[in-house]
Each structure stands twice: as structure tokens, then as C-alpha cells.
T-cell receptor, first 113, second 115 residues
């Protein structure tokens, strides 16, 4: 079964600093990977997805992620954190077709002023 | 229209009540999903409908009964729930078919409290 592991349940960075949220996947076949963000009391919003077209994926709100097969990783980064980035971030993987998503446990991003 | 809507936003029910959650999308998506999210946990898949047919049921108790009346609408009927069923219930949709990396679009959720 496919799965993802997010390292760090909480990450705290200063405003303007680099954001790095870690995600490692476990899959015997090419994975379909996603990053979602969830603000308090809201649904999930897609940040970006890996489609195998490119290893560096750019998403919304200045986020990007790099797929590294050798490290089985798909870490999320943003060069400069903003207070509005404070939220819960989920890495997710899915199988083919209409399969559901399997989420990592989530990382709570805290932005310090 | 690029959004998934869910009603109601909040629902409080007793253990003997019968209620329904509603989800709607007008993006032409043919796959729809129900997820359950407990506080401070990731969403967990409950059901998947593909072309209005139930394709995945993740061993969900029978007190949860999904229904997909048409390609735009998804319901979750609730009966004889337990307090531990209190959670945020999220609906999602995605294009079905051969594009394996189709992302899912999520609604804002229904916050359910079972007394």
C-alpha cells in the first residue's frame, strides 16, 4: 500500500525565513503526490501536485516542491514565510483513477513575527 | 463554478436522530468522495463514487449510508451515530478517468457533533 510520512508535526519559522516541510513516500510504483493546506475550520486547498512531467513543481502562494526519487521525498518549500502561511499542511498520495487520497499526519506551520 | 459546496456547515444530533449531509459540485466531475477528519488528525477516506456507482467503501459502519443521486450530488445519511462519530466530514470531487494524477477539490466540510 502507498503511504507518506511527514517529519515534524510542528514547524516554527520566523516571518521572511525559508519554509521547509518534509514528506517521504513509500511506493513500489510511480506515486501521484500532492500537497494540501488547511486553514482552521476550513476544507483542504491544493497547493501543488506531482505529475511526473517535471521534478520541480511550482504551486500557489509561492510554494514549490521537488520530487527526488533517490530519496523518495517530495519536500515543500517557500523562500520567504508570510504570516498568512500559518496553517496545517498535508502531504498525500493516491493510486490510479478515482482512488482516494492517503494523507500524512500533517505538519502545523507556525510563523513567528 | 469551481467549488464544492456542503450543507449544513454545522450539525448537532442525538444518537437516535436521522440526518443527512449534502455535497454538490458543478464542475462535471464524475468521482466524488467522503472523508472523515477528527480533530488534529488527517482526513480518512470513507467512500468513493465513480460515475455514480459506489466503488470504494473503507469498511465504514452501516450507520453511515452514502448516496449519489446524480453526477452533481452526493449525500451521506446518518442514523444512530455514536459520540465518537463527531468530526469534520469533508466531501471532495475529481475528474474520473485515465488521468491518474487528478487532484481532488474539497468542500469546506460539515462539523458534526453527536450528543
Amino acid at each position: 500500500a502507498q503511504s507518506v510520512t511527514q517529519l515534524g508535526s510542528h514547524v516554527s519559522v520566523s516571518e521572511g525565513a525559508l519554509v521547509l516541510l518534509r514528506c517521504n513516500y513509500s511506493s513500489s510504483v510511480p506515486p501521484y503526490l500532492f500537497w494540501y493546506v488547511q486553514y482552521p475550520n476550513q476544507g483542504l486547498q491544493l497547493l501543488l501536485k506531482y505529475t511526473s512531467a517535471a521534478t520541480l513543481v511550482k504551486g500557489i502562494n509561492g510554494f514549490e516542491a521537488e520530487f527526488k526519487k533517490s530519496e523518495t521525498s517530495f519536500h515543500l518549500t517557500k523562500p520567504s514565510a508570510h504570516m498568512s502561511d500559518a496553517a496545517e499542511y498535508f502531504c498525500a498520495v493516491k493510486g490510479g483513477g478515482a482512488d482516494g487520497l492517503t494523507f500524512g499526519k500533517g505538519t502545523h506551520l507556525i510563523i513567528q513575527p | 463554478d469551481t467549488e464544492v459546496t456542503q450543507t449544513p456547515k454545522h450539525l448537532v444530533m442525538g444518537m437516535t436522530n436521522k440526518k443527512s449531509l449534502k455535497c454538490e459540485q458543478h464542475m462535471g466531475h464524475r468521482a466524488m468522495y467522503w472523508y472523515k477528519q477528527k480533530a488534529k488528525k488527517p482526513p480518512e477516506l470513507m467512500f468513493v463514487y465513480s460515475y455514480e456507482k459506489l466503488s470504494i467503501n473503507e469498511s465504514v459502519p452501516s450507520r453511515f449510508s452514502p448516496e449519489c443521486p446524480n453526477s452533481s450530488l452526493l449525500n451521506l445519511h446518518l442514523h444512530a451515530l455514536q459520540p465518537e462519530d463527531s468530526a469534520l466530514y469533508l466531501c471532495a470531487s475529481s475528474p474520473a478517468g485515465a488521468r491518474l494524477y487528478n487532484e481532488q477539490f474539497f468542500g469546506p466540510g460539515t462539523r458534526l457533533t453527536v450528543l
